[in-house]
């Protein structure tokens, strides 16, 4: 499978565009020197050394690290992974000259963003440097890995002063092998952390959300044995089998005896790996399986032998498709109920710290205050915490790369970064049951450049996972019947390649409609295929009330009728299989600047950014709880 993710990206630049003008991007660690980390899936469940905790940290505004004034390398004066006592160096030698000194810089706990850290830090993007040091394990052996759950947005690492390798995108996990550089006793890890988006990357610059700078999510020194399982899919085909995909990395990783077991269901499979360490095979699904759904989120340990290695994880098996206009899970209509959600934790100052309490917080508001069975982990791919919770839970997820808005469709290495996003994403996360959705953009504006990026994308999903769904974000066309009425069309080619097609809407919002003209809006969409209305909604400062007839914008009342009008109007399209409106809670956004109702907030959140439920909470669980019978 890792040799899938190299042909993609490769294929990337054969088949995009010329590139277009863009801003120059900051100094990184050279591409030349870094190569393609291993995937290490289901890695949270594997032995290994926790990093999480304190970190040095030290902010670098102009790239110092990286490179001189003029482009070329930095000098050792700002080197800051090198591996030496600064201020020992400097005592011993008065012509040595540092302009850092990592060891003796401020503190902060790990995972989380800079952000939080301190008040001049607040709107900081740029580069930050981090750096620690832990004790090797004693009696080493096999093969050790140093794995980021995230760190946004791009990465060098360096151990004991040498170059690790260094990773693009701000929500997928990235792994780099260590066990040469690793020596007894203690170890420098120093980590460069840049989180400055520009015209060609992915996400692009501009957002209406926190860019939450750092590690943000768990750093884990792992350890192997040399020969071990790198990949395992495990699931339920739609023709009731079920399958195993599995890859070994090492030495004695082709023609090796493996061993796929589910205790529980009684299966033990055996079988030899090809001479590239591939393992394929399908068996019938066993009589006693209890397949996963929301009402019954059943989980199994499943375990692949390999030698002196064991992988295991915790899967449901499900099957999910379409019929005509219907979502099919485990061959039965479903509608789903659901919510959109940022990764951004309950809290008066969220730090994008998604511990599994604070993930749970958040799905409980869904599951059991909204009565919902399904959630959009907008607009990135969401901590493995999450979406192993939502396994538990029973939630469905809707699961996305930051592909949105202002995207540089023509640039090649653009469409690679992507590319490579997914890639990591579904790789991560092909054994959860509750991922039913793979998005692959969110409101981008039609072009011949876009449909051919996204249509790759679309191929991509559809390579590396044929047993779940794929959707976008999209956006409508609006005229006017001969009556006078509005008309919301879908024009969008993207269509055609997708299982579900899904809209934005926010009429009566970002639009002078009045909310109660919205039940005269008339939807023309495709027939044949499911839709989802993925995001509606409107802002409502918690605790601010206008009782009149004609309630003020951004007061609860408002957002209440907001939702009223608002589902009359969407349940009444024949196609319609479910929603995510937008959002289960305020979110920080430094684009939002009303003083009275925002200050740095979206408030569109269904209950505020502490836990308050608003009026309009009541108003979608009802609709909810009628939609359960």
């Known amino acids: 499978m890792a040799r899938m993710i190299r042909r993609l990206i490769a294929a990337a630049m054969v088949c995009a565009a010329p590139a277009v003008a863009q801003q120059a991007a900051p100094p990184t660690l050279p591409l030349a020197t870094v190569e393609t980390g291993p995937l290490l899936v289901s890695?949270?469940?594997?032995?290994?050394?926790?990093?999480?905790?304190?970190?040095?940290?030290?902010?670098?505004?102009?790239?110092?690290?990286?490179?001189?004034?003029?482009g070329e390398a930095p000098g050792e004066s700002q080197q800051r992974y090198l591996d030496l006592d600064v201020a020992k160096a400097m005592k011993d030698d008065n012509r040595a000259m540092y302009e850092f000194d990592l060891a003796r810089s401020p503190v902060t706990t790990l995972p989380s963003?800079?952000?939080?850290?301190?008040?001049?830090?607040?709107?900081?993007?740029?580069?930050?440097?981090?750096?620690?040091?832990?004790?090797?394990?004693?009696?080493?052996?096999?093969?050790?890995?140093?794995r980021f759950g995230a760190a946004n947005y791009s990465t060098v690492v360096y151990l004991n002063g040498k170059p690790v390798g260094r990773h693009e995108g701000g929500f997928t996990p990235f792994a780099f092998e260590v066990t040469k550089l690793l020596r007894a006793g203690d170890n420098q890890i120093t980590v460069g952390v840049d989180s400055q988006a520009t015209e060609a990357t992915v996400p692009p610059p501009v957002t209406d959300w926190e860019n939450y700078g750092g590690i943000t999510r768990p750093i884990r020194l792992i350890s192997t044995p040399d020969t071990y399982v790198d990949d395992a899919w495990v699931r339920l085909t739609r023709d009731g089998k079920l399958a195993v995909d599995a890859h070994l990395d090492g030495a004695q990783a082709g023609n090796h005896a493996i061993r796929l077991k589910i205790a529980a269901l009684g299966l033990d499979l055996a079988g030899t790996t090809d001479a590239k360490g591939d393992w394929r095979s399908t068996v019938a699904a066993p009589r006693a399986l209890v397949r996963w759904s929301p009402e019954q989120p059943k989980l199994y340990d499943v375990t692949i032998a390999a030698g002196d290695d064991q992988w295991r994880d915790r899967i449901g098996f499900r099957t999910i498709e379409v019929r005509g206009p219907d979502i099919l899970l485990n061959?039965?209509?479903?509608?789903?109920?659901?919510i959109s959600l940022h990764e951004e934790e309950l809290g008066a100052e969220p730090t994008r710290a998604m511990t599994p309490a604070a993930a749970r917080a958040l799905l409980s508001e869904i599951k059991d205050g909204l009565h919902g069975n399904y959630v959009r982990l907008a607009h990135y791919p969401h901590s493995e915490v999450m979406t192993r919770l939502a396994d538990e839970m029973g939630i469905i997820v809707w699961s996305e790369v930051p592909v949105y808005w202002r995207v540089a469709w023509s640039n090649p290495d653009t469409l690679a970064t992507a590319r490579n996003m997914i890639a990591e994403n579904i790789m991560r996360d092909r054994n959860r049951a509750s991922i039913a959705i793979w998005s692959v953009a969110n409101e981008t504006p039609v072009t011949d450049a876009r449909n051919i990026f996204l249509r790759t994308l679309v191929s991509d999903v559809r390579k590396l996972d044929d047993t779940r769904l794929v959707s976008a974000a999209l956006l409508?066309?609006?005229?006017?019947?001969?009556?006078?009425?509005?008309?919301?069309?879908?024009?969008?080619?993207?269509?055609?390649?997708?299982?579900?097609?899904?809209?934005?809407?926010?009429?009566?919002?970002?639009?002078?409609?009045?909310?109660?003209?919205l039940a005269s809006f008339s939807f023309r969409v495709p027939a044949n295929k499911p839709l989802i209305f993925s995001e509606f909604g409107a802002d409502a400062k918690a605790g601010f009330h206008d009782l009149r007839g004609m309630p003020e914008k951004f007061s609860e009342e408002y957002q209440a009728e907001f939702y009223r009008k608002t589902l009359g109007m969407v349940d009444r399209i024949p196609t319609l299989r479910g929603m995510s409106p937008w959002i289960l809670k305020d979110f920080r956004s430094p684009r939002r600047q009303n003083p009275e109702f925002q200050q740095g907030w979206n408030r569109k959140g269904l209950i505020s950014e502490t836990g308050q439920r608003k009026q309009a909470f009541g108003v979608l669980a009802g609709y909810y709880e009628g939609r359960e019978r």
């Open 43 to 70: 890695a949270d469940m594997r032995d290994g050394l926790d990093l999480s905790g304190p970190w040095h940290y030290s902010v670098d505004p102009f790239r110092a690290g990286l490179a001189g004034f003029h």
């Open 476 to 517: 409508t066309e609006r005229s006017q019947g001969p009556d006078g009425k509005p008309i919301i069309a879908m024009a969008d080619p993207l269509a055609d390649a997708l299982d579900i097609v899904a809209i934005n809407t926010y009429f009566g919002w970002y639009t002078p409609d009045r909310l109660g003209d």
């Open 331 to 338: 061959g039965k209509p479903i509608f789903l109920r659901g």
């Open 113 to 146: 963003s800079w952000l939080t850290e301190a008040p001049e830090l607040r709107y900081y993007q740029g580069l930050m440097w981090y750096q620690r040091t832990f004790p090797a394990p004693t009696a080493r052996k096999g093969r050790y890995f140093l």
